[in-house]
């Protein structure tokens, strides 16, 4: 029986570089942006049907439920499964507790909003209304919602959590995978921060031609911070509007519908 722990994060947040370096240990397997929650969803969801409703046999799709996890990671050779996801939305809370585990672990990562908008701008390299509507998207109801609404979900749960910046990440990485390996009560093994992997579960890899953009890359040579200025790729007005934004905040105006922006 494997192991699954939830890796909840900000998108360019060092996601794929704390996979490429955790995968090193062969008993561990850090997944890349993964279906995992959306398949224990949309399962869940044939409940809604008027089939099932017709003859709801709960303990026949439970039992599928519970078990498709296991089924997905089969091919998987590690013990301990680290699934990148919007696990902490309420919903999918709830679908933790029921189906894989009451006591469930989640890795936070996490990175100023102004730092990850000027991420995306500087891979996108928009022009100034196109920056200024795609920040917009993003700070009301894309993915950067999604994922700091299920962040915030999870520092309000009794669950237990390991909250890491991006910065402690880049900074001092191997400090980062000590504690985590503490967090997660697992023997501990020595990894490289030097002429690192590209991301590969099962000879799979990312690809990044569906995107239009290369997203995924890990720095080989070395764990570093991408240095640039921010001034050249956000506008004053998106700084001032963003720069001292917290995950808490953000993630209160959320589930208050609040419009902050």
């Not at 990671?73 to 699934?83: E, L, P, R, V």
């Not at 507790?97 to 990175?111: A, C, Q, V």
């Not at 996108?124 to 299920?150: H, R, V």
Request: aromatic content about 12%.
């Amino acid at each position: 029986m494997k192991n699954i722990y939830f890796l909840c994060s900000l998108p360019r947040s060092g996601n794929t570089l704390l996979a490429s370096i955790l995968n090193q240990n062969s008993d561990i397997t850090v997944t890349a942006h993964s279906i995992a929650a959306e398949i224990i969803y949309v399962l869940n969801e044939i409940k809604q049907t008027i089939n099932f409703k017709n003859f709801p046999d709960h303990s026949s799709l439970d039992n599928l439920i519970k078990t498709s996890l296991s089924t997905y990671f089969k091919d998987y050779k590690s013990n301990h499964i680290i699934d990148r996801g919007p696990w902490g939305t309420a919903k999918n809370l709830n679908l933790i507790e029921k189906y894989i585990t009451p006591n469930p672990k989640f890795i936070i990562l996490e990175r100023p909003f102004i730092e990850i908008l000027g991420s995306f701008a500087r891979i996108e390299n928009f022009n100034k209304k196109e920056l200024e509507d795609y920040c917009y998207d993003q700070m009301t109801g894309g993915p950067l919602t999604l994922f700091s609404y299920s962040i915030y979900n999870i520092l309000q749960s009794k669950h237990d959590y390991i909250r890491i910046s991006y910065e402690e990440l880049v900074k001092n990485p191997k400090n980062t995978i000590q504690n985590i390996y503490k967090f997660l009560d697992i023997p501990e093994q020595n990894h490289r921060y030097v002429n690192l992997n590209q991301l590969t579960i099962n000879n799979v890899q990312y690809d990044d031609t569906v995107l239009g953009k290369t997203y995924h890359d890990v720095k080989e040579d070395k764990v570093e911070k991408n240095s640039y200025d921010i001034n050249m790729y956000l506008t004053p007005k998106i700084i001032e509007k963003y720069k001292d934004l917290s995950l808490e905040k953000f993630g209160k105006a959320i589930i208050n519908d609040e419009a902050l922006f």
